[in-house]
């Protein structure tokens, strides 16, 4: 499929940026819109008691993060433009169809990918909170401290520009087949992003998980790190903060399940929380209002 995107805008680089970027436009909204509209709007006792912060974020911090994601699209989208872009020039080692590697080569390539863009993803993420430059770039995502599924790429533009570097770097290391270089991309970053900032957890697997990190983590890691506070900077697997020791202490945990056994989240709390209006997100004038809190 990307090649033949990448051939039928005649391997012209701005055609094939505003392609994926409409691409991937339609594939964030739609699909944070549909679980947001899901959790967020049609609220239910039920649903709260999976929410990991009991409260709901107000309908102006919903407005932020969507402009923060349209924002960042631009610069998410340039990293894959420029790989189809070299690799129709053939400057990259990028490919299409099984090829001359075959199977097995494709086999173990998926598994290099995962596991070094899962390590390089975890990296550039703890040095946003261990590096000065890094957090003065990367707090802007920490003003999402209750996310929403719109958050998932709501990033300054130079992170997004370097979370997507292994999309151009992987395939000047080594031969990769770029639909799926780029269905991982999609899949463990992306579409695995937009779990993660749910806001919401799953009975299984839940917070406790011991190879995973799941959408309760990442809401920890909103919660509570700051600069020189790294917890849980890891995207799916645990391991690499387990070594990094950057693990949020077991005994500390404030995920649903412990809540519950705590005997918290009843009902009458439920009742008591405010519930947003969400809306006003579909009126033009509140785009255009100054409001800010």
């Given amino acids: 499929m990307l090649c033949e995107i990448s051939a039928w805008s005649g391997n012209n680089f701005i055609l094939t940026w505003m392609i994926l970027t409409l691409i991937a436009l339609v594939v964030l909204i739609v699909f944070s819109t549909l679980i947001f509209y899901h959790y967020y709007v049609k609220i239910t006792f039920d649903k709260w008691l999976q929410k990991s912060n009991p409260k709901y974020p107000s309908p102006i911090g919903v407005r932020t993060e969507i402009i923060l994601m349209l924002k960042g ?142 959408s309760f983590q990442h809401y920890l890691h909103h919660a509570i790190s700051i600069k020189n506070q790294p917890y849980h900077t890891g995207f799916y697997f645990k391991i690499w903060d387990q070594i990094f020791d950057s693990i949020y202490p077991r005994e500390k945990c404030f995920c649903v399940k412990c809540q519950k056994q705590q005997g918290l989240r009843t009902y009458e709390e439920f009742e008591k929380i405010d519930k947003p209006d969400y809306s006003v997100l579909l009126s033009w004038k509140f785009w255009l209002s100054e409001k800010q809190n």
């Avoid at 099984?98 to 199977?103: L, R, T």
């Avoid at 596991?115 to 000065?132: C, K, N, Q, V």
């Avoid at 995502?141 to 300054?156: G, L």
């Fill in 73 to 214: 699209l631009l610069s998410a989208t340039f990293c894959p433009a420029l790989a189809l872009h070299l690799m129709g020039r053939g400057k990259l080692q990028g490919y299409c169809g099984v090829g001359e590697y075959g199977w097995g080569y494709l086999i173990i390539s998926f598994f290099i990918i995962w596991l070094s863009t899962d390590f390089f993803e975890f990296f550039y993420h703890r040095m946003g909170h261990t590096i000065d430059a890094c957090w003065n770039v990367h707090k802007s995502h920490h003003q999402f401290f209750n996310p929403t599924p719109y958050a998932v790429i709501a990033d300054e533009y130079l992170d997004q520009f370097v979370r997507a570097l292994p999309l151009v770097v992987l395939p000047i290391l080594m031969p990769v087949n770029m639909d799926l270089l780029f269905f991982q991309f999609a899949t463990f970053f992306y579409g695995y992003g937009i779990y993660l900032h749910w806001g919401h957890e799953f009975s299984y697997p839940d917070a406790h998980h011991p190879i995973i990190n799941t």
